[in-house]
């Protein structure tokens, strides 16, 4: 059965999202939406803060079935430019959740050993298991984003001739869907976030870190020269929707300028993806009615309850 006609593709075809990229549209430009749209005018409808929270009490049991099924795994894919608030929407929208159902990976500058094999190498080591939810803090799509930006990193991961960027970018993209294709076909479903700040978010956030002793220590200089790459990451952002949004792993451009808005619809794609899969609770284990009565006895008189 291909992936196309697979039962988290019709799940994943069951959420409605403003944000999902849509994979039959061919962009020409990085999406500009970084605000929210404009809210109604009613009580609660502009507080994402509780709308988030809401939200969340509705995962929880939800992901109970997910871990007791053990059917399923979902990967959360959190890719964006610094500052725009990844590490915070991961906290936030999994805040609550069953912790021994939950696999979280950060993903910084590769190492050595990770140089030493195939761009999906250190990211499929941290694939959750079915009944888990997985984050990927950035992830193998730093691979077609900050070395496209950047090309000179792929010195350290070919030991002879690199290869021409005609044939390179068009591999990766095309490994990369066959990779998520093959998470689907093994009941993984992959959600894709870009986490869509604006340059002058962006420059507000760098100053409230400079400016702030306590929050000093989240400052970097080097986040500071990579801002000034803006318009290669907004281009190669395009190249990666166009190349690899698909039915099967689906991106969402959320903007990203209001965090509690960022995280309240990143949970709201969360909940309707889990309200869609085919969840249950296991059979129970089958007991005689004779051999369970004579368990429930023996219970309740080490519980100290008596026999009646």
Avoid at 52 to 75: D, M, V, W, Y
Avoid at 122 to 129: D, F, I, S, V
Avoid at 207 to 220: N, P, Q
Avoid at 267 to 273: C, E, G, K, P, V
Wanted: glycine share 4%.
């Amino acid at each position: 059965m291909s992936a196309a006609s697979g039962v988290l593709e019709k799940c994943l075809n069951r959420i409605e999202s403003p944000w999902r990229i849509d994979p039959a549209s061919t962009l020409t430009h990085a999406p500009p939406q970084f605000t929210p749209p404009e809210q109604p005018k009613t009580a609660g409808k502009t507080d994402f803060r509780a709308q988030l929270e809401e939200t969340r009490g509705q995962l929880r049991p939800l992901q109970k079935k997910l871990i007791a099924s053990k059917q399923f795994s979902i990967l959360l894919v959190f890719q964006a430019l610094d500052a725009a608030g990844k590490d915070g929407a991961i906290r936030e929208v999994l805040e609550g959740l069953d912790t021994g159902g939950i696999r979280v990976a950060s993903f910084k500058k590769p190492s050595n050993t990770e140089l030493a094999h195939d761009f999906l190498w250190r990211t499929t080591c941290e694939l959750p298991e079915r009944g888990q939810i997985g984050a990927f803090n950035r992830s193998y799509y730093e691979e077609v984003l900050t070395v496209r930006v950047h090309p000179e990193f792929l010195d350290g991961q070919y030991a002879g001739q690199v290869p021409e960027s005609s044939l390179l970018w068009p591999a990766r993209y095309r490994a990369i869907r066959e990779f998520e294709k093959h998470l689907a076909m093994s009941n993984t479903l992959v959600l894709k976030f870009w986490l869509n700040v604006s340059p002058q978010r962006q420059a507000m956030r760098f100053l409230d870190r400079l400016e702030d002793e306590k929050r000093l220590w989240k400052f970097s200089q080097h986040d500071i020269v990579e801002s000034g790459f803006r318009e290669a990451y907004d281009e190669a952002v395009m190249h990666m929707f166009n190349e690899t949004s698909r039915a099967w792993a689906p991106w969402f451009c959320v903007p990203a300028d209001d965090r509690w808005y960022l995280r309240w619809q990143i949970s709201t794609i969360l909940l309707q993806a889990l309200q869609a899969l085919p969840l249950k609770f296991p059979d129970a284990e089958k007991i005689d009615k004779t051999e369970r009565l004579a368990l429930l006895q023996s219970l309740r008189q080490r519980a100290g309850l008596g026999t009646d």
